[in-house]
């Protein structure tokens, strides 16, 4: 095959091609700002640019409490952001990931399926889960319950915590030994 003949051929493959995608491109920057929308999280609630927390998943009283408060069931979304899964809770996970900053406090639990909590994001979730988590809490969690998502942990949550590790009791659930703060990196 002769150069020439490649390049008509590559020629006319790209302007196929061109001829497409031509009619969606149209499409792409309105296809683009629904997708930011759709991943945009809810201002203020994230844990922003906290450390990991050392303490790494819910257990005891925390635990108990975060499985109390969603009656033993599952607290995702049946479908997207409709209805509410069916399944008991298996396990206590955290809404704004740990990975990603999220605190192990209360106001940052939910209670998952086995199932659910096999297919969580590490993502940080958008601000329509959030709010939709705080909508069906709204109608099952105990009157006075927080509903209130937030990956941060208070000062309050701080207090309550030094002061369960200062009484000299066993070392907290999870805790890990800090490491060494890195400098220079974030
Ligand atoms: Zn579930």
């Known amino acids: 095959m002769g150069r020439a003949t490649l390049l008509d051929q590559l020629q006319s493959a790209f302007s196929a091609l061109l001829a497409g995608v031509a009619p969606v491109l149209p499409w792409l920057g309105p ?9 945009a999280p809810l201002p203020g609630r994230g844990p922003g ?13 925390p635990r108990r409490r975060a499985l109390e408060r969603a009656g033993g069931r599952c607290e995702a979304p ?22 990603r900053g999220g605190a192990t406090v209360l106001s940052n639990a939910q209670a998952l399926c086995a199932g659910h909590n096999r297919a969580k994001s590490s993502l940080r979730p958008p601000w329509w889960y959030v709010l939709g988590l705080e909508r069906r809490r709204r109608g099952y969690f105990p009157d006075g319950e927080e509903v209130r998502v937030s990956g941060a942990m208070t000062a309050e949550d ?13 070392p907290p659930p999870g805790a890990r030994p800090r490491r060494p703060s890195r400098s220079g990196r974030r």
């Open 31 to 39: 296809a683009l700002v629904v997708l930011i929308v759709l991943l």
């Open 49 to 61: 640019l906290a450390e990991r927390d050392p303490w790494r998943g819910f257990r005891y009283a």
């Open 78 to 99: 049946g479908f997207i952001v409709w209805g509410r899964c069916e399944a008991p809770a298996a396990e206590v996970d955290h809404v704004y990931p740990w990975s």
């Open 158 to 170: 701080r207090a309550a915590r030094a002061s369960r590790v200062s009484a000299g009791g066993p």
